[in-house]
């Protein structure tokens, strides 16, 4: 289940880079990466204030651009991979007094994106950055923090009415 959908992506969030064929995929994607940020406590507490319900909404949509995102970095990696297993290197710089060459495996290998797409501790990090941004200090809609790690104890308002 996501919890945001393509209409939101595109009249709220304003998305324009993920397409009609592949939204929802990316957006129930984003919405497992952020399932395991919040432990779950979205699957049984959705934020019931508004407001805080859009910034969740928010936050699965700019998830499911970085996942996108990293994921175009992986293709573009694996496209250079010739068969025996080497790279095949674009030059990325050239001088002509006393001859330099560079090369780079990926046009864009400072990006975000591409050390995500190489190392699974910067692709949490980087989701989780993305949550932050748009989530820290979110409850939901039992009081607990979002983001909070530590253990909870208490009892589920929809389990046991006052």
């Known amino acids: 289940m996501a919890y945001a959908d393509r209409n939101f992506y595109i009249s709220e969030y304003y998305g324009d880079i993920l397409t009609k064929q592949n939204t929802e995929k990316w957006l129930s994607l ?3 990466e952020l399932d395991a940020l919040t432990f779950g406590r979205l699957t049984f507490a959705f934020p019931e204030i508004e407001s ?3 910034k969740v909404k928010k936050a699965v949509c700019a998830i499911a651009e970085a996942l996108f995102n990293i994921d175009v970095q992986r ?11 080497t790279y095949r290197l674009a030059v990325s710089s ?3 007094g006393r001859e330099s060459i560079s090369y780079s495996r990926s046009n864009s290998s400072d990006s975000v994106y ?9 692709q949490r990090k980087l989701i989780r950055s993305i949550a932050e941004k748009y989530i820290s200090n979110i409850p939901d809609a ?5 983001l909070y790690a530590g253990e909870v104890r208490y009892v589920r308002k929809r389990d046991h009415p006052v």
């Open 30 to 32: 984003a919405s497992d």
């Open 114 to 122: 591409s050390a995500a797409a190489s190392n699974t501790a910067e």
């Open 52 to 54: 805080h319900a859009e």
């Open 75 to 85: 293709k573009a990696v694996s496209a250079q991979k010739a068969e025996d297993g």
């Open 94 to 96: 050239v001088s002509s």
């Open 142 to 146: 039992d009081g607990i923090n979002l």
